[in-house]
């Protein structure tokens, strides 16, 4: 990757001595900068070591190789899209995949029976059926075909699961049904698990018309043929269990499965249920969660490459709704549970290569996606506004670090819904109409109670003809990717102030002494074209090389005080190129200076995350003293 350039530029005179050794920063001098104390100096990566008073050569070296080390060490993103996807009638998102040969699959609920989609890896519909005779369901994709669980919805068979087989274009290869099991009462379908010699679905049993729900587990070969039926009761409620199992995944020959179950002497509301069963179905260990007279229910569950066990559900002793998140070992003992008020409908858990949990539900009205490092802490936490009410219903980890959501929003035609599909990078983002959610992950662990489950155990087949048709799944709208966004501005919206109450005019940085709505930077050009250029407006004229723009490779949401303005850009801070100003104007690259990406040091197309902004000489004494520079707004630039 290009390092930024070192050529020599005219010294920008004039200028207060420290901001002139800013400027000077690179060149072989001294890089003291008047940044606040804490900040990263430009021109170094976070963590290089240097002497301030006697800065070597060869630290300076090896400052500026720990940058490019971090920049060569990025890997670039695929490309991050939102988009939405639906017609005149009912479509919703309950379950995806991505196959390995690329693209996604996602399945959920038509007007018509079950939808099936394939996604391009830009979200683009490759092909979309419906399934008559189900509804809500879950997959899974197998290098030749596509497994479908999912509820039936034929008229008097209000209990019932079925299992699909297709093949990679949607066609119909099998298809079995099961009355009297029916999916868990989540709205996404039954739970659905694959091992080398079958499967297994999750979901519940009404015994008798007056006994409440049991959880119940169908154990099925690799034809969908049933091998077995089992169906549990909670021996505290003297066979009165109103549970369900809401999610499965296999251990080994083992089972772990995870829902919920009736609190102790309430059965309208629930515990959370997390249970291993060994191959013959008996458990091995059960452990509920919760709080009396709170629903708490578990949705999801993934067994994480050392082997814990991660739920995620609904928690219904949290003000106002939230979610929860807990972690067992291997034997079923808690690690810890956080919970995450305001952070609702959660429905999906997976796990990052990295051992970090995403998290998928709503927050706001909106689809959100969460992220929580292996110890439970709150990473980040994003909504997606995509016009109007939405829920994510499932995440895929990807191999770039970053996710595809799934999910519904409320349809804007008056259908009832439509699916929302987008592909983030590593940290939640997509490049349009992201917003970063003021969350926080409470430590909240509750003693396990041990459940004493009985195995209950019958067997059934009913096969049942599926129809697989064509259906008219059309992009309804996709949000136009803003790879530039300008932010920072000193007009007041910031939680850091202009320092002396100079705000500027909405947009815009903070004001000067020569222009009361402040200097503003603007673009030109595209990154992915790698044209883009900075244009700063509002300056005070300068003749001499008097503004610096400059590049971080993170941006501060609440900024900081800079002179006689706020400044964002932050992270590992990078000289990209000091101007004059005639006229008031400035901008980077002019003819001859080489381009944005290369004095950043960045790669167009890579998907990395940089801000940009411009300080500049006001060397008005009487102006907002002691300070004498200021700050445009910043621009956050998505390459």
């Given at each position: 990757m290009?390092?930024?350039?070192?050529?020599?530029?005219a010294?920008?005179?004039?200028?207060?001595?420290?901001?002139?050794r800013l400027?000077?920063?690179g060149?072989g001098?001294?890089?003291?900068?008047?940044l606040?104390?804490?900040?990263?100096?430009?021109?170094?990566a976070?963590g290089a070591?240097?002497?301030?008073?006697?800065?070597?050569?060869?630290?300076?070296?090896?400052?500026?190789?720990?940058?490019?080390?971090?920049?060569?060490a990025?890997?670039?993103?695929?490309?991050?899209f939102?988009?939405?996807?639906?017609t005149s009638?009912v479509?919703?998102?309950?379950?995806?995949?991505?196959?390995?040969?690329?693209g996604f699959?996602?399945?959920g609920?038509a007007s018509?029976?079950t939808?099936?989609?394939?996604?391009?890896?830009?979200g683009?519909?490759?092909?979309a059926?419906?399934?008559?005779?189900?509804?809500?369901a879950?997959?899974?994709?197998?290098?030749n075909?596509i497994?479908?669980?999912?509820?039936s919805?034929?008229?008097?068979?209000?209990?019932g699961?079925?299992?699909?087989?297709?093949d990679?274009?949607?066609?119909?290869?099998?298809?079995?049904g099961y009355?009297?099991?029916?999916?868990?009462?989540?709205?996404?379908?039954?739970?659905?698990a694959?091992s080398?010699g079958?499967?297994?679905?999750g979901?519940a049993?009404?015994l008798?018309?007056?006994?409440?729900?049991?959880?119940?587990?169908?154990?099925l070969?690799?034809g969908?043929?049933?091998?077995?039926?089992?169906?549990?009761?909670?021996?505290?409620y003297?066979g009165t269990?109103?549970?369900?199992?809401s999610?499965?995944?296999f251990?080994?020959s083992?089972?772990l499965?995870a829902?919920?179950t009736?609190?102790?002497?309430?059965?309208?509301?629930?515990?959370t249920?997390?249970?291993?069963?060994?191959?013959?179905?008996?458990?091995?260990?059960?452990?509920?969660?919760?709080t009396?007279g709170?629903?708490d229910?578990?949705l999801?569950?993934?067994?994480?490459?050392n082997?814990?066990?991660a739920?995620?559900g609904?928690?219904?002793?949290?003000?106002?709704g939230g979610?929860?998140v807990?972690r067992?070992?291997?034997?079923g003992?808690?690690?810890?549970?956080?919970?995450?008020?305001?952070?609702?409908?959660s429905?999906s858990?997976?796990?990052?290569?990295?051992?970090?949990?995403?998290?998928?539900?709503?927050?706001?009205g909106?689809?959100?996606?969460?992220?929580?490092?292996?110890?439970?802490?709150l990473?980040?936490?994003r909504?997606y506004?995509?016009?109007?009410a939405?829920?994510?219903?499932?995440?895929?980890?990807?191999a770039d670090g970053g996710?595809?959501l799934?999910?519904?929003?409320?349809?804007?035609?008056?259908?009832?819904g439509?699916?929302?599909?987008?592909r983030?990078?590593?940290?939640?983002r997509?490049?349009?109409?992201?917003?970063?959610?003021?969350?926080?992950?409470?430590?909240a662990?509750?003693a396990?109670?041990?459940v004493?489950?009985v195995?209950?155990?019958?067997?059934?087949?009913h096969?049942?003809a599926?129809e697989?048709?064509?259906?008219?799944?059309?992009?309804?709208?996709?949000c136009?990717?803003q790879?530039?966004?300008?932010?920072c501005?000193g007009?007041?919206?910031?939680?850091?102030?202009?320092?002396?109450?100079?705000?500027?005019?909405?947009g815009?940085?903070?004001?000067n002494?020569v222009?009361?709505?402040?200097?503003?930077?603007?673009?030109?050009?595209?990154?992915?074209?790698?044209s883009?250029?900075l244009?700063?407006?509002?300056?005070p004229?300068?003749?001499?090389?008097?503004?610096l723009?400059f590049?971080?490779?993170?941006?501060d949401?609440?900024?900081?005080?800079?002179?006689d303005?706020?400044?964002?850009?932050s992270?590992?801070?990078?000289?990209?190129?000091a101007?004059?100003?005639p006229g008031?104007?400035?901008?980077?690259?002019?003819?001859g200076d080489?381009?944005?990406?290369t004095?950043?040091g960045?790669?167009?197309?890579s998907?990395?995350?940089r801000?940009?902004?411009?300080?500049?000489?006001?060397?008005?004494?009487?102006?907002?003293?002691p300070?004498?520079?200021?700050?445009?707004n910043?621009l956050?630039?998505l390459?």
């Amino acid at each position: 990757m290009a390092q930024p350039s070192r050529a020599r530029e005219a010294e920008p005179a004039g200028l207060p001595r420290a901001v002139r050794r800013l400027l000077l920063a690179g060149r072989g001098r001294e890089p003291v900068s008047p940044l606040p104390a804490g900040s990263t100096r430009l021109g170094r990566a976070p963590g290089a070591r240097m002497n301030p008073r006697h800065p070597s050569p060869r630290r300076r070296a090896s400052a500026l190789a720990s940058l490019a080390a971090l920049l060569v060490a990025s890997p670039a993103s695929a490309q991050t899209f939102q988009r939405v996807l639906g017609t005149s009638g009912v479509e919703r998102a309950t379950w995806a995949a991505a196959p390995t040969t690329g693209g996604f699959v996602l399945v959920g609920e038509a007007s018509n029976g079950t939808l099936l989609a394939a996604l391009g890896a830009d979200g683009s519909v490759a092909w979309a059926r419906a399934l008559q005779g189900t509804a809500a369901a879950r997959i899974v994709v197998e290098p030749n075909a596509i497994v479908l669980a999912a509820d039936s919805n034929v008229p008097g068979d209000p209990n019932g699961l079925t299992w699909t087989r297709v093949d990679l274009l949607g066609g119909l290869v099998a298809a079995r049904g099961y009355p009297g099991t029916a999916a868990p009462q989540d709205g996404h379908g039954p739970a659905l698990a694959r091992s080398a010699g079958g499967y297994l679905l999750g979901g519940a049993r009404a015994l008798a018309p007056s006994i409440p729900l049991s959880p119940e587990v169908v154990v099925l070969d690799l034809g969908g043929h049933v091998l077995a039926v089992r169906n549990y009761d909670d021996l505290r409620y003297g066979g009165t269990t109103r549970g369900e199992f809401s999610d499965v995944a296999f251990a080994g020959s083992d089972a772990l499965v995870a829902g919920s179950t009736a609190v102790d002497g309430e059965l309208t509301t629930r515990d959370t249920l997390v249970a291993r069963l060994a191959g013959d179905g008996d458990p091995i260990w059960a452990r509920s969660f919760g709080t009396a007279g709170a629903e708490d229910r578990a949705l999801g569950l993934e067994l994480c490459a050392n082997g814990e066990v991660a739920v995620c559900g609904a928690d219904g002793s949290v003000a106002g709704g939230g979610a929860f998140v807990l972690r067992l070992d291997g034997a079923g003992q808690l690690a810890w549970r956080v919970e995450l008020p305001g952070f609702a409908a959660s429905c999906s858990i997976e796990e990052r290569a990295d051992g970090a949990l995403f998290i998928a539900g709503a927050s706001g009205g909106h689809a959100a996606l969460a992220l929580l490092d292996a110890q439970g802490a709150l990473v980040w936490a994003r909504a997606y506004p995509a016009g109007a009410a939405g829920v994510g219903a499932v995440v895929v980890p990807l191999a770039d670090g970053g996710a595809f959501l799934a999910g519904t929003i409320a349809s804007t035609s008056g259908g009832g819904g439509d699916v929302l599909a987008l592909r983030t990078d590593p940290l939640g983002r997509v490049g349009c109409a992201d917003v970063d959610l003021a969350l926080a992950a409470v430590s909240a662990p509750r003693a396990a109670a041990n459940v004493p489950l009985v195995l209950q155990e019958e067997q059934a087949e009913h096969p049942r003809a599926t129809e697989g048709v064509t259906h008219e799944l059309v992009e309804a709208s996709a949000c136009a990717l803003q790879r530039v966004r300008a932010t920072c501005a000193g007009d007041g919206t910031l939680a850091t102030p202009c320092p002396c109450g100079n705000s500027g005019a909405a947009g815009r940085g903070c004001a000067n002494s020569v222009e009361p709505a402040g200097a503003a930077l603007a673009w030109s050009g595209d990154p992915a074209a790698d044209s883009l250029t900075l244009d700063a407006s509002g300056l005070p004229a300068l003749a001499s090389a008097g503004v610096l723009f400059f590049q971080g490779d993170a941006l501060d949401a609440d900024g900081v005080v800079f002179g006689d303005g706020v400044r964002c850009a932050s992270g590992a801070l990078v000289r990209i190129g000091a101007k004059a100003a005639p006229g008031g104007v400035a901008s980077y690259p002019a003819a001859g200076d080489p381009a944005l990406s290369t004095r950043g040091g960045v790669q167009p197309g890579s998907g990395e995350l940089r801000g940009y902004q411009a300080y500049y000489r006001n060397a008005a004494a009487a102006f907002c003293p002691p300070a004498t520079f200021n700050a445009t707004n910043a621009l956050r630039v998505l390459w």
